[in-house]
């Protein structure tokens, strides 16, 4: 149910965020200095840190299953 509504989310934000641009009025000031690069750069390290920490983190709790089930076929 949550990726379902994650999903959602994600389908509207990417309908509505292209037209922001034309709210915050028709001048286009972060392209024409070349700043809207390092946002979208500053953007798209963030998303991978937190990809990254998202799978070791994953990894961590799959090997503490696996311990965990092991240690549990031993004590039966």
């Known amino acids: 149910m949550k990726k379902k509504q994650f ?3 994600i389908s509207i934000l990417a309908l509505l965020l292209p037209g922001v641009p034309a709210w915050a ?3 286009d000031f972060m392209r024409q200095t070349g700043k809207i690069y390092v ?3 500053v ?3 963030i ?3 937190i990809a990254i920490y998202l799978l ?3 990894r961590k709790l799959t ?3 696996h311990q965990i089930k ?3 076929e031993r004590t039966h």
């Open 56 to 58: 070791r983190l994953d």
């Open 7 to 9: 999903l959602l989310l």
């Open 63 to 65: 090997n503490l299953e």
């Open 43 to 45: 953007i798209v390290v």
């Open 70 to 72: 092991d240690s549990d």
């Open 47 to 49: 998303f991978i840190g």
């Open 39 to 41: 946002v979208v750069a």
């Open 25 to 27: 009025g028709g001048d």
